[in-house]
């Protein structure tokens, strides 16, 4: 059997028993400390603060050669929120000379009667779209020139590597 598997879980057992013995004991209750906080850990956190950054929880894969400012193997990512209310430049504030990638860009808008997601691709005219660009200082949303849906209010979540 491999020791390096790719689709590794979290599990934490749901019973334990405890020695009686005081050093025993506490040899047990260490592990079990550890065996929480490792699944506890491992898991993705579900904070999706607006307009700052938050840690998701995600390891990805080792971190890009000549980033060596940590020893961890695996890279986490960050998440930041931004509220819209319609098209155009959002400022994002990411220095993304800092950011080996981006790992997610995804969001929704209302018109106020219907959800869509940004980017929003009309599947019966091209020209209806709205896409969803990054740029060095902007999230730039533009809507297509036939007659997309009108973005009254919705958000967009950008996760990227954090380089630490």
């Known amino acids: 059997m491999s020791a390096n598997i790719t689709n590794q879980v979290s599990f934490l057992r749901t019973s334990r028993s405890f020695p009686q013995d005081p050093q025993a004991l506490s040899v047990e209750l260490d592990r079990a400390y550890l065996d929480i906080a490792q699944s506890v850990n491992s898991r993705i ?12 929880g995600e390891s990805w894969f080792v971190r890009p050669p000549g980033n060596q400012q940590n020893n ?4 986490q ?3 930041q929120v931004y509220l819209v209310t319609g098209t155009g430049n959002i400022a994002h504030g990411l220095n993304l000379s800092q950011i080996p990638g981006f790992t997610r860009i995804y969001g929704t808008f209302t018109n106020g009667t219907n ?9 019966a005219d091209a020209n209806n ?7 060095p200082t902007n999230i730039v949303i533009t809507a297509g020139s036939g007659t997309p849906p009108a973005i009254i209010s919705g958000f967009v979540v950008l996760e990227f590597l954090a380089n630490f």
């Open 77 to 79: 990512t960050s998440r």
């Open 129 to 135: 779209q709205i896409s969803l660009v990054i740029t």
């Open 45 to 56: 956190i579900g904070l999706f603060p607006a307009n700052r950054s938050s840690t998701t």
């Open 115 to 123: 959800w869509y997601s940004l980017p929003y691709v009309d599947s």
């Open 72 to 75: 961890s193997p695996r890279q």
